[in-house]
């Protein structure tokens, strides 16, 4: 890769993806920094008018999709790092959240990582080199109630992230999925609340907003989480997998030991359903 990088970053009007942006200027790379209002962009632009363009990008958005990946082309001539930031959570059970609630989450969570990533691709393949970095959450390997609909998005990015990996190191493109656990962006307070609460049936919805409450006492400093992405993009051999902060590891390792437990219980009756004659055999 070019000493100084292209970052293709989405959702960075605030969060990870404005410190992410931030974090990588300051360092001397290029930045295609995409929002959905780009002007939002405009004092990163001023202050880094060599290294830094906002282009417009709303991630459910294909036309923005194709024309911002046209105009980082266009700007810098590649894209070595595409981060798939742009996100938000959706609060409720299952029963909860609305059919267009739903939809728009995976829109933007799944479908969205999805059209920017087939745009990406043809120009990572031509150069036969980049990585793209997926933002998953904790809660893509281990979901929480009132946040099902939110953590099935993140899971999609995990087999999605999975596949990418296989498909893509032979082109010599790699690929990493992030998984933080709370960090302190201020994205719990832009979470979108289910449209038909139910609390006698669910109480874990209304008890959320105190759960992020104390979460954001002990959350993560995303200035921090940054600095290791970057960090582990430019390592030698970079992780596919990065949990970020202890919560985030401790979940993740719990899982792990609870799916093994689990899958121990019925393992001698389930293996047994090969045909009679493969069996006999
Ligand atoms: N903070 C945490 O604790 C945490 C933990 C695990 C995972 N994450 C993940 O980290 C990522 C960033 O979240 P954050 O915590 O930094 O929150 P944030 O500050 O709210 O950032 C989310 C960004 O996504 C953008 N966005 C939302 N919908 C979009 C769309 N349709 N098209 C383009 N951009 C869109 C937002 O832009 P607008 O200003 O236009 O809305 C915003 O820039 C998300 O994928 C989130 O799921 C966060």
Do not use: C
Not at 19 to 24: K, M
Not at 95 to 108: L, N, P
Not at 111 to 128: C, D, M, S, W, Y
């Amino acid at each position: 890769m070019s000493e100084n990088k292209v970052w293709f970053i989405t959702g960075t009007s605030s969060g990870f993806g404005r410190a992410l942006a931030e974090e990588v200027l300051a360092k001397g790379d290029r930045v295609v920094a995409t929002a959905r209002k780009p002007e939002v962009l405009q004092d990163l632009v001023e202050k880094y008018r060599e290294t830094a363009r906002a282009v417009k990008l709303d991630v459910t958005n294909m036309e923005d999709a194709k024309s911002a990946v046209r105009e980082a082309v266009k700007e810098f001539g590649r894209i070595d790092v595409l981060v798939n930031n742009a996100g938000y959570a959706l609060v409720g059970a299952t029963e909860e959240v609305s059919d267009e609630q739903i939809k728009q989450q995976f829109d933007t969570n799944v479908f969205g990582v999805i059209n920017v990533t087939r745009e990406a691709l043809p120009v990572l393949r031509e150069q036969k080199s980049g990585h793209v970095v997926n933002i998953g959450s904790v809660v893509g390997f281990s979901a929480w109630a009132s946040l099902g609909i939110y953590s099935a998005t993140k899971f999609a990015l995990e087999g999605l992230s999975e596949a990418l990996a296989a498909e893509l190191a032979p082109l010599g493109i790699k690929t990493t999925i992030v998984e933080p656990g709370p960090f302190d962006t201020g994205g719990v307070d832009r979470a979108v609340f289910a449209e038909n609460l139910l609390p006698e049936a669910y109480p874990s919805t209304a008890q959320l907003p105190e759960v992020f409450r104390e979460f954001s006492n002990t959350a993560g400093d995303p200035v921090k989480a940054v600095k290791i992405i970057v960090e582990a993009v430019e390592s030698e051999n970079p992780p596919f997998r990065l949990p970020l902060g202890l919560p985030a590891f401790e979940a993740i390792e719990a899982k792990l030991e609870q799916v093994k437990q689990e899958i121990s219980i019925w393992r001698a009756r389930a293996i047994e359903t090969n045909f009679d004659a493969v069996v006999a055999a």
